[in-house]
C-alpha cells in the first residue's frame, strides 16, 4: 500500500522545538523528491522545505531558513523536518509530500502543529 504517514506534531511553547518524521511504504522512496508543506486556517498550503532524491540537495522556504532543517534517510523510508525557534506563526497542519518525474504525487494525512503559549 502507497502511503505517507506523519508524526511528531504537538504544542509547543514559542522558541520551542519539534522534529516531524515522515514514514514511507509502498513505492521507492530513495527516488522521489520529498517535500513538506503547511497549511494554516484559512491561508493557502505553502512549500516549507524540499529535498533532491539523489545528492540531498535541500530548498527552504524564506520564513523558515536557519530554523528549520530538512534530511532524510533512504535506509528506513524516513523523511524529517527538525524544527528550532517556533513562532506562532509556525502553527498549522503539516504534509509531506513524495514526488517523481511521471509519478502521481503521494501526499500525507497531515500532522497539527500549534505554537502557542
Known amino acids: 500500500q502507497v502511503q505517507l504517514v506523519e508524526s511528531g506534531g504537538g504544542l509547543v511553547q514559542p522558541g520551542g522545538s519539534l522534529r516531524l518524521s515522515c514514514a514511507a511504504s509502498?513505492?521507492?522512496?530513495?527516488?522521489?523528491?520529498m517535500s513538506w508543506y503547511r497549511q494554516a486556517p484559512g491561508k493557502e498550503r505553502e512549500l516549507v522545505a524540499s529535498?533532491?532524491?539523489?545528492?540531498?540537495?535541500?530548498n527552504y522556504a524564506d520564513s523558515v531558513k536557519g530554523r528549520f532543517t530538512i534530511s532524510r534517510d533512504n535506509a528506513k523510508n524516513t523523511m524529517y523536518l527538525q524544527m528550532n525557534t517556533l513562532k506562532p506563526e509556525d502553527t498549522a497542519v503539516y504534509y509531506c509530500?513524495?514526488?517523481?518525474?511521471?509519478?502521481?504525487?503521494?501526499w500525507g494525512q497531515g500532522t497539527q502543529v500549534t505554537v502557542s503559549s
Open positions: 509530500k513524495a514526488a517523481r518525474a511521471y509519478a502521481v504525487p503521494i
Open positions: 509502498g513505492f521507492p522512496f530513495s527516488s522521489y523528491v
Open positions: 529535498i533532491t532524491s539523489g545528492s540531498g540537495i535541500t
